[in-house]
């Protein structure tokens, strides 16, 4: 069965610093991966994809990920944080088909 | 401007009493979904359609109905709504494609209803 493990409900980063989240899938085949972010009072909003074109997938808002197969992890980064980057993330599977599993979500602080 | 629209936005209704979320998107999406997000458990797939009069159960079913009769409308029914069912429910639509390209299984979500049961 295909699952999203995301570690850590809650970070906390300072303004100008690295932000790194963490997500670990399980799945029996190649699968899609997601990062979805989540503003306050809104809906999910697609922040990048993995489609097996590139391991190294670069999104909006200067977010990247990269999918590492052998550790089975598509962990969320971007280099230096901002004040409107405090959302909550989502990390999502998508096997074949569009069964779409998502992980429990991250809660990112910034702090000024 | 392609988007996914539910309302209510925020509904408080009390135990019992039968309530409808509509959902509609714009965008010709053959898949439509529901989902509940609580704290700490993510999202949680209630009801999916692959296509007008086609559905299915996701994780979370039970007390919830769901129609598909036209492509664009989505309409979430909890017959007889209990405490339990207190959440904030999310809408959302994709393009079904077996291609791996750029629009694979890309979900857009609807802004949440948050409904509270009392």
């Known amino acids: 069965a295909q699952s999203v493990t995301q570690l850590g409900s809650h970070v906390s980063v300072s303004e100008g610093a690295l932000v790194l989240l963490r997500c670990n899938y399980s799945?029996?085949?190649?699968?899609?991966l997601f990062w979805y972010v989540q503003y306050p009072n809104q809906g999910l909003q697609l922040l990048l994809k993995y489609t097996s074109a590139a391991t190294l997938v670069k999104g909006i808002n200067g977010f990247e990920a990269e999918f590492k197969k052998s550790e089975t992890s598509f962990h969320l980064t971007k280099p230096s944080a901002h004040m409107s980057d405090a959302a909550e993330y989502f990390c999502a599977v998508s096997p074949l088909g569009f069964k779409t599993i998502f992980g429990a979500g991250t809660r990112l602080f910034v702090k000024a | 401007e392609a988007q996914v629209t539910q309302n209510p936005r925020y509904l408080i209704t009390v135990t019992g009493k039968k309530l409808t979320v509509t959902c509609s998107q714009n965008m010709n999406h053959e898949y439509m979904s529901w989902y509940r997000q609580d704290p700490g458990l993510g999202l949680r797939q209630i009801y999916y359609?692959?296509?007008?009069?086609?559905?299915d159960k996701g994780d979370v079913p039970e007390g919830y109905k769901v129609s598909r009769k036209e492509k664009r409308n989505f309409p979430l029914i909890l017959e007889s709504p209990s405490p339990n069912q207190t959440s904030l429910y999310f809408c959302?639509?994709?393009?079904?494609?077996?291609?791996?390209?750029?629009?694979?299984?890309?979900?857009?979500f609807g802004a949440g209803s948050r409904l509270t049961v009392l």
């Open positions: 959302a639509s994709g393009r079904d494609t077996l291609k791996r390209d750029s629009g694979a299984n890309v979900l857009t």
């Open positions: 799945s029996s085949v190649p699968p899609y």
């Open positions: 359609s692959m296509n007008v009069e086609v559905t």
